[in-house]
């Protein structure tokens, strides 16, 4: 098996405006081992998402990989077909979208979204792609699949719709898949229900997982590294609990410092991010 899995190098992907050329990413590499879950986090604008998109090359118009390689097990992503990468997209490669409703098409139900991406790249076909769709539901942990799987994303409550958008992105097992921000708009105990369920899936299929967020509790509990982007850069990357540790640019010590703990005193106020000094290394 090969050390690494996915391999990204000085990537840059630009959008055209009509205030100039915006690099959203900006010359980032990292790379992704075969099981590991790597953390991106960044605030919003901070070009997570948008390196997610370049991967899977998504990224719409004026958007544009400039410059780079993004190699995933030995085929450069960057000059692969359309054609190829459709192949690759949802059966190698599953993503997680931030939005469950705005995601799923309302006028399809679940399980019907379920089977698009099980009959293109499964090549099952009737009741047998049926049972495979109310199979990814029941990984997913939401009861009563077979019933579930005529349900519309109406229907559904937020927490419900993000398992189902879990469900195709893994319903073909991919190698990879990439999460931005997949607890958006969920409560708490929800949330913490999405995350166990991640991390239970990836372990139980020995799946990469890229996890896009600005939460940096989230990473601490589920991901191996992680690396910190601002302002389309990769400022620091490290192992999870070194980061923790030692964080040594001053952004990362910035987000860290914004954490609310409960041990501080009553209405103490969060520190902002020093932007002078984040941009001080740029």
Same mark, same amino acid.
């Given at each position: 098996m090969t050390d690494t899995l996915l391999t990204v190098n000085n990537l840059v992907t630009q959008f055209a405006t009509d205030d100039g050329v915006v690099k959203a990413v900006d010359d980032v590499s990292f790379t992704i081992a075969p099981g590991e879950s790597l953390g991106v986090v960044g605030e919003s604008g901070s070009g997570k998402s948008v390196t997610a998109l370049s991967i899977m090359r998504l990224v719409a118009k004026p958007g544009r990989i400039v410059s780079g390689s993004i190699n995933f097990l030995g085929q450069e992503l960057t000059t692969s077909s359309d054609r190829a990468m459709r192949a690759l997209r949802g059966n190698d490669i599953g993503m997680i979208f931030q939005e469950p409703m705005t995601s799923l098409d309302p006028l399809y139900n679940c399980g019907y979204q379920i089977r698009e991406a099980i009959e293109l790249h499964q090549g099952?076909? %009737?009741? &047998? @792609?049926?049972?495979?769709?109310?199979?990814?539901?029941?990984?997913? /942990?939401?009861?009563?699949?077979?019933?579930? !799987?005529?349900?519309?994303?109406?229907?559904?409550?937020?927490?419900?719709?993000?398992?189902?958008?879990?469900?195709?992105?893994?319903?073909?097992?991919?190698?990879?898949?990439?999460?931005?921000?997949?607890?958006?708009?969920?409560?708490?105990?929800?949330?913490?229900?999405?995350?166990?369920?991640?991390?239970?899936?990836?372990?139980?299929?020995?799946?990469?997982?890229?996890?896009?967020?600005?939460?940096? %509790?989230? &990473? @601490?509990?589920?991901?191996?590294?992680?690396?910190?982007?601002?302002? /389309?850069?990769?400022?620091?990357?490290?192992? !999870?609990?070194?980061?923790?540790?030692?964080?040594?640019?001053?952004?990362?010590?910035?987000?860290?410092?914004?954490?609310?703990?409960?041990?501080?005193?009553?209405?103490?106020?969060?520190?902002?991010?020093?932007?002078?000094?984040?941009?001080?290394?740029?």
């Open positions: 099952l076909r %009737g009741e &047998v @792609a049926r049972q495979a769709a109310i199979k990814a539901l029941s990984d997913v /942990g939401i009861p009563n699949a077979s019933e579930r !799987v005529d349900s519309y994303p109406h229907q559904l409550s937020g927490g419900m719709r993000q398992r189902v958008m879990i469900a195709i992105a893994l319903s073909c097992n991919p190698k990879l898949l990439i999460a931005d921000e997949p607890t958006t708009a969920l409560d708490v105990t929800m949330q913490a229900r999405i995350l166990d369920l991640l991390k239970n899936l990836q372990e139980s299929r020995q799946m990469a997982l890229m996890l896009i967020t600005h939460n940096l %509790g989230i &990473v @601490a509990e589920v991901c191996d590294r992680v690396i910190v982007m601002y302002k /389309g850069k990769v400022v620091e990357a490290k192992p !999870v609990n070194e980061l923790f540790a030692n964080p040594e640019h001053p952004y990362t010590r910035s987000l860290l410092g914004s954490i609310p703990r409960l041990d501080s005193p009553l209405k103490t106020p969060l520190p902002t991010v020093d932007w002078e000094a984040s941009s001080a290394t740029h």
